[in-house]
């Protein structure tokens, strides 16, 4: 069954799931991971972001319009309900081809055990 994919969208949500410290870098990305809260046990809730060290505010928006399009695109079917996860871009968030870019996002959920069996 696909799950509905809820967003992230305070910097409190943000810091909890970093203060889980269940990350997993893939070369497009990296993926932070938390259980949610007991209330929010029925669905996946995602936030996006990206350093200035990645690049101006342009390039920035690309990277997470990127992220936001394949999380949009593998989440649903294949991320466990119950968790909060925070994509952060990359350098090569930008220049990786997108099939690619959801391999990332699919191999990271199955490294930190929360994807789908």
Known sequence: MVQPVGRLKRRAEF?????ARRKW??????????RAPEAEAD???V???????????????RAKRRLRAAAAAVLPA???PGHHLVLI???????R????????VAAALAKLGIAKS
């Open 47 to 61: 936030g996006f972001t990206a350093t200035k060290r990645l690049g101006g505010a342009v390039v920035r928006n």
């Open 43 to 45: 669905g996946v809730r």
């Open 89 to 95: 871009g990359r350098s090569e968030t930008l220049s």
């Open 15 to 19: 810091l909890r799931v970093a203060d």
């Open 97 to 104: 081809k997108f099939s690619d870019l959801k391999t990332d």
């Open 25 to 34: 870098a893939a070369p497009g990305l990296v993926l932070q991971a938390a």
């Open 78 to 80: 294949a991320a466990k």
